[in-house]
Nanobody, 126 residues
C-alpha cells in the first residue's frame, strides 16, 4: 500500500514560483504512473499533470503547459514526485493532490488513480 504526503504549498504573489513535493512510502514509485490534481473552492477536482512510471513521459493539461513541470526523483533513495510551478496565476489557487496509479502510462482521469495524498494548499494573490 502506497502512502503519499505532499509538501511545498504556500501563499505567493502572481508570477512567483513554487515547487511541490510528494513523498511516497510503502512502495517504489518506479512501478506507478504519478499525477497531480487540484481542487479550487466550489469546483471539481481537475487534472494538472502526470508522468509515466519511467519518469520520461510527462503529460499536462493545457492551462499549465510551459509553466509547470512534473518529474520523478528516485535518486539517493528518494522516492518522490515533484511539480515545479512557475509564473503562477490567481487561477492556480487550489488544494493540490498527488496521486499514484497502478497504470504505468501517464493518466489524466482521477478514476485511474488508486492512492492519494491529503493535499497541500497553494494560494496565489494577484
Amino acid at each position: 500500500q502506497v502512502q503519499l504526503v505532499e509538501s511545498g504549498g504556500g501563499l505567493v504573489q502572481a508570477g512567483a514560483s513554487l515547487r511541490l513535493s510528494c513523498a511516497a512510502s510503502g512502495g517504489s514509485l518506479n512501478r506507478h504512473a504519478m499525477g497531480w490534481f487540484r481542487q479550487a473552492p466550489g469546483k471539481e477536482r481537475e487534472f494538472v499533470a502526470s508522468i509515466d512510471s519511467t519518469g520520461i513521459h510527462p503529460y499536462y493539461t493545457t492551462s499549465v503547459k510551459g509553466r509547470f513541470t512534473i518529474s520523478k526523483d528516485n535518486t539517493n533513495s528518494k522516492n518522490s514526485v515533484l511539480l515545479q510551478m512557475n509564473d503562477l496565476k490567481s487561477e492556480d489557487t487550489a488544494v493540490y493532490f498527488c496521486a499514484a496509479s497502478t497504470w504505468t502510462t501517464a493518466q489524466s482521469m482521477a478514476a485511474n488513480y488508486n492512492y492519494w495524498g491529503p493535499g497541500t494548499q497553494v494560494t496565489v494573490s494577484s
